[in-house]
């Protein structure tokens, strides 16, 4: 994804406690008028949540249209991380600022965004979008042949997590791992994680996984507590298909995260492919060695 060449439209994506983000967007606001930026909010829905202060400041989510230049997060690592979630589909970039989370892995101080020095940079073109790999994942009937999916499309940012949970008592996964296609090792314990390397400084290291640089295009698979000295944490190029399969599950407690957030739950019978999100290896040499269909197209019809 290519920067864009000026920033005059910005849309605003707002969670944290009303006075820090009030706060946070009226010295947005005050800065982005000087320097002439259009600011995207939405009274209606910000009303809805009570986010409308006294004086008129308006906090709130907007949907985002292709004329959007840039995406503004006010919170912390989890507002960004699903800000990321929704966004990527639209390609637009997000500048997350820190108001109100406390790691701030993923956001900029609100202290030195405050400055017209940022604001000169984004309107001059002086800045550069840096990529993030994601990861997508569906689940899938137990049958390999079955390739057409049961759930939607979950995105992560950081990692996906296949785990049981429940109320009541801690539960042990038993789960099967396949990579493109291969049986790899039957992991007995908390569950696995699967992580980009944004997400390896996350969930990902607290289960003694691997560190990876953002700048990296690869996934880590990181199993949690698991109940064998063996068991150990491994990385993979991106390209890598990853299944995996509850072996027993008799309560029913299997669940797919994302980025910490419950995406569904996992019946018996049915397995979790995750991979980078839109990734292809053909694909990517189409496009990097202009082979047949990358700069002309033809229509076929056995692709129908």
């Known amino acids: 994804m290519s920067a864009p060449a000026k920033v005059r439209t910005v849309t605003v994506l707002t969670h944290g406690r009303a006075g820090q983000t009030a706060e946070a967007v009226r010295a947005l606001r005050l800065v982005a008028e000087r320097m002439g930026a259009s600011l995207r909010f939405d ?7 009570g986010l409308v202060n006294d004086d008129g400041c308006v906090m709130c989510n907007v949907p985002v249209s292709d004329d959007v230049d840039l995406c503004i997060v006010l919170g912390g690592d989890g507002t960004a991380l ?12 997000i500048l997350a600022v ?10 900029e101080s609100s202290e030195e965004f405050s400055t ?44 996906m997590c296949v785990k049981p949970a429940s109320a009541d008592r801690m539960v042990t996964s038993i789960l099967e791992m396949e990579i493109d296609g291969e049986v790899v090792d039957q992991y007995q314990g908390d569950g696995l994680i699967v992580a980009t390397p944004t997400g390896s400084t996350c969930y990902n290291l607290a289960a003694n996984g691997p560190i990876i640089h953002p700048g990296m295009d690869a996934i880590a698979v ?4 698991a109940l064998s000295l063996s068991s150990r944490a491994i990385i993979l190029p991106p390209g890598s298909v990853v299944s995996i399969w509850p072996l027993v599950d008799r309560d029913i407690n299997t669940k797919l995260w994302m980025d910490g957030v419950l995406a569904t739950s996992i ?27 990358a700069r002309i197209h033809y229509s076929n019809n056995h692709r129908n």
């Open 116 to 159: 017209e020095t940022v604001w000169d940079r984004l309107s001059d073109d002086r800045f550069a979008v840096q990529r993030r790999m994601m990861l997508q994942a569906s689940i899938f009937e137990g049958n390999r042949t079955n390739l057409e999916p049961v759930s939607d499309r979950y995105l992560a940012l950081n990692e």
């Open 82 to 93: 699903s800000a990321a979630r929704n966004l990527a589909a639209d390609k637009i970039p």
């Open 43 to 49: 009274p209606e829905e910000s009303g809805k949540h």
């Open 98 to 107: 820190n108001v109100g989370g406390h790691l701030g892995f993923l956001t």
């Open 267 to 293: 019946w018996p019978g049915q397995r979790v492919i995750i991979l980078r999100e839109n990734y292809s290896y053909y694909q990517t040499l189409r496009e990097k060695l202009q082979w047949a269909g």
């Open 222 to 225: 990181t199993p949690i507590c």
